[in-house]
Structure formats: C-alpha cells, structure tokens
C-alpha cells in the first residue's frame, strides 16, 4: 500500500445583489451586512460580507470586506479569498485576491479602496448598477490535505 498526499481546494462562492445602491444612506464608516452563510466544507463556519457605501476611511471609495464570526468549529482555516463588483452578465469589474493564509475567527478580509465611488456611482454606472443593482461576489477556497490510498492487488495464489 502506498500514500499521496495532495493539497487540494474547495470552493464556495456567494453573490450578494444590493438593490438601489445609489440611495445607500450610510456615512463614513457605516456599514451594511449580507445575510451570514456558511458551508460544510468550511466546517459549517459562519461568514458575512460588509460593505461600506462612502467609505471606512476615505469616502470616496467603497470599502468590502470578508469576515469570519467565531465558531466552535476549528480555530483557523487555510483559504484563499477573492472579492469582487460582476457587471449583468456576470464578468469581473472590480477584484481583490487574498493569497493562502490561515483565518481565524473574527478575522476580515478586504480593502478600504476596493472601488472608487465616482467610477460605479457615475462615470461606470451602467456596467456596475443595472436597475442600480450591485452585484458583489465572493469565492472562497479552503485548503485541505487529502490522503490518497493506493492499493496494490495481491498475486492470486495458486
């Protein structure tokens, strides 16, 4: 008998429509929250996203994030992240990519210029706020190791 062992990813992907962004009436720093999700190969692990409207720190971009809530489940999880703004027909606008690394509980993922207002709100509104709808998208890949199982088959005996 012999092993293999593979890193191998799982993946999850959640797309949030926020519907008539452009009355968003939060402030700098005021954030809305998707509906949490969770995923059994992420340990059933409860994730939200948040965005910011004007801004974290600077209002003249969006801000997006991922964050994990704490769980019972294991501490850290290895993943891989990427964020990103989809026009209609689902292709990539705007996108940030989170290299491997372990996530703890309560840890975020994201940036505080993730997008500049002007451009979604005005100059690119129609490929970022069809029916001002924005579509935000996040893929999530945990890192796993899987043992393979290689048997060889016994010489039939005589």
């Known amino acids: 008998m012999a092993s293999k062992i593979d890193d191998i990813k799982e993946c999850v992907t959640?797309?949030?429509n926020i519907e008539n962004f452009s009355y968003c009436w939060q402030n700098r720093e005021e954030r809305i929250w998707?509906?949490?999700f969770t995923s059994e190969c992420m340990e059933d692990t409860e994730w939200s996203l948040n965005l910011y409207p004007r801004g974290n720190l600077d209002e003249n971009y969006i801000a997006f994030y991922l964050q994990r809530h704490s769980s019972n489940n294991l501490e850290n999880l290895e993943i891989e992240c990427e964020l990103?703004?989809?026009a209609e027909d689902g292709s990539v606008l705007e996108m940030t990519k989170g290299g491997k690394e372990a996530f703890d509980a309560c840890d975020w993922f994201g940036s505080d210029t993730f997008a500049e207002r002007e451009v979604v709100l005005k100059a690119k509104r129609d490929?970022?706020?069809p029916g001002d709808t924005l579509k935000a998208h996040?893929?999530?890949?945990?890192?796993?190791?899987?043992?393979?199982r290689v048997y060889k088959s016994l010489p039939e005996q005589l």
């Open 14 to 16: 959640f797309l949030w």
């Open 34 to 36: 998707s509906p949490n």
């Open 138 to 148: 996040c893929r999530i890949w945990r890192w796993i190791k899987k043992i393979w």
């Open 84 to 86: 990103a703004f989809l």
């Open 127 to 129: 490929s970022f706020l």
